[in-house]
Structures are given as structure tokens and as C-alpha cells.
């Protein structure tokens, strides 16, 4: 649990890894906001490892880097927010879903397996699928001049799309 007042500040690499479901299933609970300029490995090995944004944002500063190379079902949730102002990588096998609001202000790479963003959000950065897969599958994403790019799919199923601005591609 990151929890208390203050912000939990990142950089170099951090790793989350872990192979066993920790209190009810999940593995880490954010109650603080974490602002990660560095590399931040996501790659559990387990189906079941959450990470829990509760009332607070994890930020992906520019020029930081969020890495998911775990399995399926190692899925971010809860009532806050991840905002990316940097790279998003998704090389893995299956799909990482993203319950909490997701704003992109950066670029989402998904080169292996899918990102779900079931919590709806906001971008203006760009989202790129080239083998794995973007999936926009919950709540509402306001784009404003967000791009999507690459050889694989990008999917809307069972979201709500407002397109705002001129430049959405």
C-alpha cells in the first residue's frame, strides 16, 4: 500500500513483478500520487495482479517509460486516474485492461497482446498497434486530435467516442 500525503516520485528503473495474488488477489494498492520520470516494468506473472489507483494519479511523466510484459488479468483498476505523458508499452500476451480513467497526452505503443481501456479518459497524444491491439472498451474517451497509427487494430467495443477538435486520424 503507497498511501499518506505527498508524492511518491520515481525514476531509474522500477520493476512490479510478483507470481502470487497478495490481499484479496490484488498486489498493490496507490492511494498517494506517484509521478514515474524513469521505467516503470509492469510484468506480473500471475492473473489476478491488480495494481489500485484509490483516489489518487499515477503519472507517467514525459520521457518515462510504463513497460506491461506481464500475463493477462495484471490489470490496473479503482477510482483514480493514470495520465500518460510519455510511452506506454504493451509487450505481453494477452490483454492488461485499464479500469481507472486513462488520459494519454503521450504515445501507447502496443506491439504484443491488447490494452483494454474499460475506464474511459481523454487523449491527445497517439496510440499505435502494431502486432498487439488498442481496445476501447468501457466508459467515455473524449479525443482531441488523438491519432491512431500502425499494422495491427485499433477497436471501439462497448465504449462511448466524442470526437473534439479538428485533427482525430
Given at each position: 500500500v503507497f498511501s499518506g500525503s505527498g508524492t511518491l516520485f520515481t525514476s531509474g528503473t522500477t520493476n512490479l513483478t510478483g507470481s502470487t495474488g497478495g490481499?484479496?488477489?490484488?498486489?498493490?494498492?496507490?492511494?498517494?500520487?506517484?509521478?514515474?520520470?524513469?521505467?516503470l516494468n509492469y510484468a506480473f506473472t500471475h492473473d489476478g495482479a491488480?495494481?489500485?489507483?484509490?483516489?489518487a494519479t499515477l503519472t507517467n511523466k514525459a520521457g518515462g517509460t510504463v513497460n506491461f510484459a506481464g500475463i493477462s488479468g495484471s490489470d490496473i483498476s479503482g477510482s483514480g486516474s493514470?495520465?500518460?505523458?510519455?510511452?506506454?508499452?504493451?509487450?505481453?500476451?494477452?490483454?492488461?485492461?485499464?479500469?481507472?480513467?486513462f488520459v494519454n497526452n503521450g504515445q501507447v505503443t502496443a506491439n504484443g497482446?491488447?490494452?483494454a481501456l474499460n475506464g474511459g479518459?481523454?487523449?491527445?497524444?497517439?496510440?499505435?498497434?502494431?502486432?498487439g491491439t488498442v481496445r476501447l472498451s468501457g466508459g467515455t474517451h473524449t479525443l482531441n486530435g488523438a491519432t491512431f497509427d500502425g499494422t495491427s487494430s485499433t477497436r471501439i467495443d462497448g465504449?462511448?467516442?466524442?470526437?473534439?477538435g479538428a485533427d482525430n486520424t
Open positions: 490481499f484479496a488477489g490484488n498486489d498493490l494498492f496507490i492511494q498517494r500520487n506517484w509521478e514515474n520520470s524513469g521505467t491488480d495494481v489500485v489507483i484509490n483516489a493514470f495520465l500518460n505523458e510519455g510511452n506506454v508499452l504493451v509487450n505481453m500476451v494477452g490483454t492488461v485492461t485499464v479500469g481507472a480513467t497482446g491488447a490494452l479518459g481523454s487523449a491527445t497524444g497517439t496510440y499505435t498497434s502494431n502486432t465504449a462511448t467516442v466524442a470526437l473534439v
